[in-house]
């Protein structure tokens, strides 16, 4: 059987995200004997699927080709469509932060993408939520009456989805993203430190909190010997570093776009404070590597991912009292890091690649053309 990803790029392995999973979940399909592609562009998407024939076409929201492969569908009557939703419904209405919004004005950084959420913000502080509602229903119904599955990342998302855009109800199902690593080898002991890894834009992953909340961590001087680690790149980085001068916040390394596996082994803890999130595939990550997640508590796969003092920590969003407060726990106890790490470790076993294949496997043999 023949499988088609339909993505924004060429996946690469070493991204994060939709890309790093549609690549593990590649991999994994074709051991299981299935014929897997990805589409990207490269020519007319009818003409693609012509020349590759019979086959189940995934695609992976957001897309730009979105439009383009549901408009074909009455030029494709021999494939089957399922549509993936990564994200969290209505996180396009995320606001910015005033002071990220000047910084980006004033350093001329995304200022298109910047001037337009800053008028969807004014907006809808002076339009009717009807408006919204209605721009948020037309595009998440698109796959509605053309794809033959929906899938979600957690059982959570399918009221949210339906909240937001009711309809084909039955369509919807939820398959969670698989471990990113195949084998994780790990040190004897970990390291004094805690990691971030993100794309490093404010508006979606708040690293500007863990800098605030690692300020005051700082300020006691039992924590001088831990390190913060942050992986990633984006727009908002040199915001990030002018913050860490300006307010000569110690202990905290920026180390750029890097593959992120051997920071999670070293690493003791993970911190995460997005604001919405489809999955989260950098906690199970860390999880994997036994590097005990601290997560807002701002999405619903949160809790299908983390069980409390178990394998990790879920903090009710932005209240930075108690994040301080729970990380500070983890560093000062060993045993309790110790306890917690193999925990993570064990709580991933769910999350193979074997058995997030199988589901798919079973969800391609309900569809087969």
């Known amino acids: 059987m023949k499988i088609v990803y339909v993505t924004d790029s060429a996946v690469n392995p070493e991204s994060g995200g939709i890309a790093r999973i549609t690549y593990v979940m590649s991999e994994a399909l074709r051991t299981l004997g299935y014929d897997v592609s990805v589409y990207y562009g490269q020519e007319d998407f009818v003409v693609y699927i012509q020349k590759t024939g019979k086959c189940i076409i995934l695609v992976q929201s957001p897309c730009k080709f979105v439009q383009q492969v549901y408009a074909s569908k009455d030029a494709l009557p021999e494939v089957k469509m399922v549509h993936v939703f990564h994200g969290t419904p209505g996180f396009e209405l995320v606001p910015l932060r005033w002071d990220i919004t000047k910084y980006h004005l004033c350093h001329n950084i995304e200022r298109t993408w910047t001037l337009k959420q800053l008028c969807l913000q004014i907006g809808m502080a002076l339009l009717p939520k009807k408006c919204f509602a209605n721009l948020l229903r037309k595009k998440y119904s698109q796959p509605y009456g053309k794809a033959d599955k929906i899938v979600v990342l957690s059982p959570g998302l399918i009221d949210q989805y339906q909240t937001i855009a009711p309809g084909c109800r039955d369509s919807f199902m939820a398959i969670p993203n698989a471990l990113s690593f195949e084998k994780v080898t790990l040190p004897k002991a970990k390291e004094k430190e805690v990691l971030v890894v993100a794309r490093l834009d404010d508006w979606h992953k708040r690293i500007s909190e863990i800098l605030e909340i690692w300020e005051t961590i700082q300020q006691d001087l039992c924590f001088a010997e831990w390190t913060l680690r942050i992986v990633g790149d984006g727009v908002d980085k040199s915001y990030y570093e002018e913050y860490v001068h300006k307010h000569v ?57 983390i069980a409390t003092g178990e394998n990790g920590i879920l903090i009710e969003n932005r ?51």
């Open 249 to 305: 916040v110690p202990n905290i390394v920026f180390e750029g776009l890097q593959d992120p596996l051997t920071y999670y082994q070293k690493a003791s803890v993970f911190l995460m404070t997005s604001i919405s999130e489809g999955w989260g595939l950098t906690i199970t990550e860390a999880q994997q590597c036994g590097c005990i997640p601290i997560v807002y508590d701002s999405f619903s796969s949160a809790k299908d991912i």
């Open 319 to 369: 209240d930075k009292e108690a994040y301080v407060a729970a990380l500070k726990k983890l560093m000062m106890d060993d045993d309790l890091r110790n306890r917690m790490s193999e925990a993570c470790i064990k709580s991933t076993e769910r999350f193979s690649v074997e058995n997030i294949a199988a589901q798919w496997n079973e969800l391609f043999e309900l569809l087969q053309p």
